[in-house]
């Protein structure tokens, strides 16, 4: 099938083994009442894809029954780990780490439960590996609990299976300039962080603007997670987001987001993306899909 043809939010694509791997949240599932699994998507040109194979099915007594969110997967230490955003209807939102020894799968549970605090509604955990190789989960403290929306940071068990310390607060969702004004409630969505070639970190992240759902980066001026952040302009404003950084085979690097942001017409979309002058823009030479 064609990625257009694919139902999914929060779209994840992993180049590995020489193919492209893509995850995301299941469209069919997303806003249910009950979650059965989640699937990936596999090619070896960006343009044909086969699939949907589960690579993650519940096991028997899982503490989770609904919104089986944004999973990602990365590579790290000789093994496949997969960040998942997980809920009940006793158990809050959290992000569990699953194991795998393929990009295929299966998936397994790695973390005991949510890694993020079992008191907070929390989603969309990303993993990021510090310059000393120290791991960090970057999550979202949602809006439903405090109202704006927190961008977080937690240091991580060199293992994965666990925190390593508290989480710390990076920004709030109402910060930008373009966040939409005058409401009560303000979303943090989606972080993915990306380091440039001249030294740079940056973070991709979703919310609100007066557009609708967006694309932003926010940047530390330290170079460090722990930042200070500062907000840049919006990378797409057109009504989709929940964007990670990829790059192909040969080189070529794209943004990949779902778009629109309204159910059940979400899909991916491939954006190409280069550096410059030390910062993201969407365009170049690789050919938007």
Known sequence: MKIGEIHVRDPFIMTARGRYYLYGTRGREAWSDAASGL????????????????????????????????????AYQGAYYMLVSFKSATER?????????????????????????????????????????????VFCHEWVQVKDGEMCAMPLTADLRAAAGAPTVLFHASEPAWARKGQEDFVTDGPFLYRTAGGRLLMIWSSFSDNGYVQ??????????????????LLFDRDGGHGMIFRTLTGDMYLVIHSPNEWPRERPLLLPLREENDCLVVGGQAEER
């Open 39 to 74: 699937d990936v998507f596999v090619s070896e040109d960006l343009e044909r894809w086969e699939g949907p194979t589960e690579v993650f099915t519940p096991p028997e007594g899982f503490w989770a029954t609904r919104d089986f969110w944004a999973p990602e997967v990365h």
């Open 93 to 137: 939102r959290g992000t569990q780490i699953l194991r795998a020894e393929s990009p295929m799968g299966p998936f397994r549970p790695h973390s005991d439960g949510p890694v993020t605090p079992r008191d907070w509604e929390c989603l969309d955990g990303t993993l990021y590996v510090d310059q000393s190789g120290a791991p960090w989960m």
């Open 216 to 233: 932003a980066v926010a940047s530390s001026q330290s170079g460090e997670i722990t930042g200070p952040w500062r907000h840049e302009p």
